[in-house]
């Protein structure tokens, strides 16, 4: 979009692990891309559990404004609680010395999601393979913490079939409550079933828990981008064929939609700013 703060900076927020260093890695390239369009003065990167960590990044920001955009999937428990308060942000807007930070709403709950999950569901399937005989699944973590983090998961399965997708059905499942996306089989009633994980990176979840729940592996592996769990497309289980994609998070338009969430900002909260 036709959009650009060049005298602001922009800071995308991750989860980044301790664990899979491929975690903050669709962070760190959408940073780049966004960069690379020259929209901001300066596009940086903090981590929950990687650095530069919330509490480090702030000295390494020179510009007065900084909008802040959280690259996570929900509007649950890290963004209205753990991110705002290792921030040290205290609403829409916070007022620190001459800075002033813009806390934008996160990645997932924005509406271009659902072309995005639509994309990349058609995209894997095989040609030939008609999607009026397929099923789509979005699939989540699940918590019982926060029902945020399954609303935004259900507004997109609502969103997909509202828009007339092509998919003979579609679904929201999850790892740890119901409906499980271990039941894939029977949820649906077609013979091809596509997976799009709605993370935002191809971390331990999605490389080492979700294709043990499919069946489609029997034991956790080490996750990392070298697998081939993503390519060994289509898999055949109990005769049904199943696709299963990388995590959502990975598309390259997510870089648009992070920029549209500063924009909406703009728009929609600044005069929040007082």
Request: net charge negative; charged share 25%; with cysteine.
């Amino acid at each position: 979009m036709d959009f650009s703060k060049p005298e602001s900076a922009l800071l995308i927020l991750g989860h980044g692990s301790t664990e899979n260093p491929d975690s903050s890695d669709p962070t760190w390239k959408i940073a780049d891309s966004i960069e690379q369009t020259g929209k901001f003065a300066a596009v940086h990167c903090s981590f929950w559990k990687e650095e530069p960590s919330f509490r480090q990044i702030w000295p390494m920001i020179e510009q007065d404004e900084i909008y802040v955009v959280p690259n996570f999937i929900s509007e649950g428990y890290f963004t209205r609680q753990v991110l705002p308060r290792e921030l040290e942000l205290d609403g829409h807007t916070t007022k620190r010395g001459e800075k002033t930070i813009h806390y934008c709403d996160p990645v997932g709950i924005h509406s271009r999601m659902t072309n995005l999950l639509t994309k990349r569901a058609s995209e894997i399937l095989d040609s030939g393979i008609d999607p009026k005989e397929t099923s789509l699944i979005i699939v989540g973590h699940g918590t019982n913490l926060n029902k945020k983090s399954t609303e935004a998961i259900r507004t997109q399965v609502d969103a997909i079939i509202a828009s007339s997708a092509p998919f003979a059905e579609v679904h929201d499942a999850y790892m740890e409550e119901a409906p499980f996306i271990a039941d894939w089989q029977t949820m649906t009633s077609t013979p091809n079933v596509v997976v799009v994980p709605f993370f935002i990176s191809d971390g331990l979840h999605s490389y080492q828990d979700i294709p043990v729940m499919l069946g489609i592996e029997s034991e956790p592996t080490e996750a990392a981008s070298q697998r081939d769990v993503f390519r060994n497309n289509p898999y055949t289980v109990n005769g049904r064929t199943l696709y299963y994609s990388s995590a959502i998070g990975t598309d390259p338009s997510l870089a648009e939609v992070i920029i549209d969430q500063v924009a909406y900002f703009d728009e929609h909260y600044r005069n929040d700013a007082g």
